[in-house]
């Protein structure tokens, strides 16, 4: 019988908690990661209040030096830790993939100098339009379309760019290429990229609309992932039947595998936030996994270097809190967590390495403190545990310490 008979895990995404250990190895525009700290430096830097996620333990998690402006409770409602990555990145994949049981020991291709002539000349031949080859090096995602989403525009050429992460990224405005001719370049680039010297995590199709000097992406965006390269905990709970529930890029990131009700994009979190809040009510949703990432943090903020904007984005997901803690039913258990960290007072724009929190919160939880400072995987282990099946390849569970 299950402890829980429903989960929530809501990833954060890139709110890590301080550097790891081996942080010194990754390096972001030529500065080791090493001093890197997501929520401590906005905490220190432009001020954190984050209430709720404070009463259920976040300013008890073990650090060196404690969140300046986030106060530990002497009595949290919950569970908290901070949580290791063991696979080789720091990436999206490589932080969900590891979350769910596996271990990347080899990571995916990344093109700091740009694809090679070969991908790009087989897209255009695919497609029928030119690529505009100064956009092909890693690149802001508003920066390359205030760049050169003037000249597509004017010539209809494809905009290809990538970053730190192992992505290729097409910009195109939706009024000169449509979506639908977008998707399906996007599936072809897919297509050329699953083997070495290009395996790339995911393709990732970036509309936009707008004029000159005022360029919006839009909510139309679209991940095409490879799959896992083995089972994952969310395979396992499929197999034995459990519901699997996805909330925002989730299916995009595990390529569908595993997930038997994916609930669609987020517009945003707030959006996120809403279907999540659909999905814990829906009436057939009586047992199972529900899974959602919100990715604002990372994506607007993180990447833009925004301390402020992040930080008022951890505000307005904490005044939310509450109502995901009203919609949850006396035997739910949530997990808030993150996938690596992206530190916006930091050198360049890339992903830091970092510890992810973990909180941990239940209604019928008596009670309080902190677990173990383990893995990424432990999360899936103890998903696993919790519904009697399987782990996947790494993590322990830490079911029996919530009490």
Not at 50 to 65: F, H, Q, S, Y
Request: aromatic share 8%; with cysteine.
């Amino acid at each position: 019988m299950s402890k829980f008979k429903r989960i929530h895990l809501v990833v954060l995404d890139s709110v890590g908690i301080g550097a790891a250990p081996d942080a010194h190895n990754f390096v972001n525009a030529g500065v080791p990661d090493g001093a890197s700290d997501t929520l401590g430096h906005i905490s220190k830097s432009v001020g954190l209040n984050v209430p709720n996620m404070a009463k259920i333990g976040l300013g008890n998690i073990p650090r060196e030096t404690p969140l300046k402006t986030v106060p530990a409770e002497s009595n949290p409602t919950g569970y908290a830790t901070k949580l290791e990555e063991v696979s080789l990145g720091k990436d999206t994949m490589t932080g969900h993939w590891e979350i769910m049981g596996l271990n990347i020991t080899e990571p995916f291709d990344t093109f700091w100098n740009g694809f090679p002539e070969e991908i790009l000349t087989k897209i255009e031949e695919f497609s029928g339009r030119k690529v505009i080859r100064e956009a092909n090096k890693p690149y802001s995602g508003t920066a390359v379309i205030d760049d050169f989403g003037p000249r597509q525009m004017e010539t209809g050429e494809l905009i290809i760019y990538t970053s730190a992460d192992p992505v290729l990224q097409i910009a195109a405005h939706e009024d000169i290429i449509p979506l639908d001719e977008l998707y399906r370049i996007c599936e072809y680039a897919r297509s050329i990229t699953l083997e070495r010297p290009a395996l790339l995590g995911r393709i990732i199709a970036r509309p936009y609309v707008g004029e000159p000097g005022n360029f919006t992406r839009t909510a139309n965006r679209r991940d095409l992932a490879v799959s896992p390269f083995a089972p994952t905990v969310l395979d396992k709970l499929n197999e034995a039947g459990i519901d699997t529930y996805s909330v925002g890029k989730i299916s995009d990131i595990f390529n569908g595998a595993g997930i038997n009700h994916d609930m669609g994009h987020n517009k945003s979190n707030s959006h996120g936030i809403d279907t999540l809040l659909t999905t814990m009510g829906l009436a057939e949703f009586e047992k199972g996994f529900s899974f959602t990432n919100l990715v604002d943090f990372d994506a607007l903020y993180g990447h833009r270097r925004d301390p402020h904007g992040y930080r008022d984005c951890l505000h307005e997901f904490d005044e939310r809190l509450p109502e995901l803690i009203a919609a949850m039913r006396e035997d739910d258990l949530l997990m808030i967590t993150a996938d690596h960290g992206n530190d916006p007072t930091y050198a360049g724009t890339d992903h830091t390495r970092e510890y992810i929190p973990l909180l941990a919160y239940s209604p019928s939880l008596k009670g309080n403190g902190h677990l173990p400072i383990g893995h990424f995987a432990d999360i899936s282990a103890t998903i696993a545990d919790n519904f009697g099946v399987d782990k996947a390849m790494i993590g322990e569970s830490f079911l029996d310490k919530l009490v």
